[in-house]
């Protein structure tokens, strides 16, 4: 498939998006959140394709890594069209280090791991109900930041606040409640006060933080609140406005994640939560 024809195909889905949220529905957001929160390291434009083709997908690579972890694509297999990128390695002026630099975009082939044979894939570390472990990650995750926790009960009616190096949380918060909203303080921690750029109104803040903290949660197989957001406010009558908020959403959720999964091996988060090393990923 030509690079044209597939940036078109993520243009036309944005298009759709961006109009079933002016009809106020939600339901193509949150799946495309869901596609997301299995597959966080791939571009947003990337996740849109996935989603478009194969929805269900829950694993994907190319076929050389396929190959790699012991497994062959089934034969007469179509692959999923994605953008991947083309890397220029150069050699710094007066230095024997190399740098890497993004150049331009071809058309890559990825396949379901229900598209192939072989090896089976050890099983994910998954939250049942409650986030267990994941938790205490999230919170080393967040030392490692440099981002203070405190519990106040002097809070007023919010559960959780973030202040810039500092997150406060309600004390005696149920652990899934308290593991959502350290997801939503932390975006807001990552994205809005960290992150340099245009200005965003309150509320646009806020629901890129409660889609961070779907993307999170959905990521490591917990189920919370964060799918009554009103994502309307990401689009705003603009396509481009819905790309920049998508793309803001997927870096903040993606660093979470990989925070949380750094002990998993690749094989076992393949397609989950956690950074697998090859190119086709774009």
């Known amino acids: 498939m030509k690079t044209d024809k597939v940036r078109k195909q993520i243009d036309d889905v944005l298009e759709e998006l961006g109009k079933q949220l ?128 405190v519990h106040l009960g002097s809070m007023s009616k919010a559960e959780g606040a973030s202040f810039g190096g500092t997150i406060a949380v309600r004390p005696g918060l149920a652990a899934a409640e308290e593991f959502s909203v350290l997801c939503h303080e932390a975006a807001h921690e990552l994205l809005h006060r960290a992150e340099q750029g245009e200005e965003n109104s309150k509320t646009v803040r806020e629901t890129e933080a409660e889609a961070v903290a779907f993307v999170v949660c959905q990521a490591i197989g917990l189920d919370t609140n964060s799918a009554s957001a009103d994502y309307l406010s990401l689009y705003g009558g603009n396509k481009e406005v819905l790309a920049k908020s998508l793309g803001r959403i997927q870096r903040t959720a993606a660093r979470i994640v990989e925070g949380l999964t750094a002990e998993e091996k690749p094989a076992v988060m393949l397609g989950e939560a956690a950074v697998l090393p090859c190119r086709e990923a774009a």
């Open 22 to 149: 002016e009809k106020g529905a939600s339901e193509q957001m949150l799946a495309y959140l869901s596609v997301m929160a299995r597959f966080h390291y791939y571009s947003w434009g990337n996740i849109i394709l996935i989603q478009l083709i194969r929805p269900d997908a829950s694993k994907v690579a190319g076929y050389p890594t396929w190959r790699r972890l012991g497994r062959q694509v089934k034969k007469g297999e179509h692959g999923i069209a994605i953008m991947a990128p083309i890397v220029r390695r150069t050699k710094k002026q007066d230095d024997d280090e190399t740098a890497e630099e993004v150049f331009a975009f071809k058309t890559a082939y990825v396949f379901d791991v229900s598209q192939t044979e072989g090896k089976p894939l050890p099983e994910a570390t998954r939250a049942r109900g409650e986030p267990g472990e994941w938790i205490t990650r999230l919170k080393a995750f967040l030392a490692g930041q440099g981002i203070q926790l």
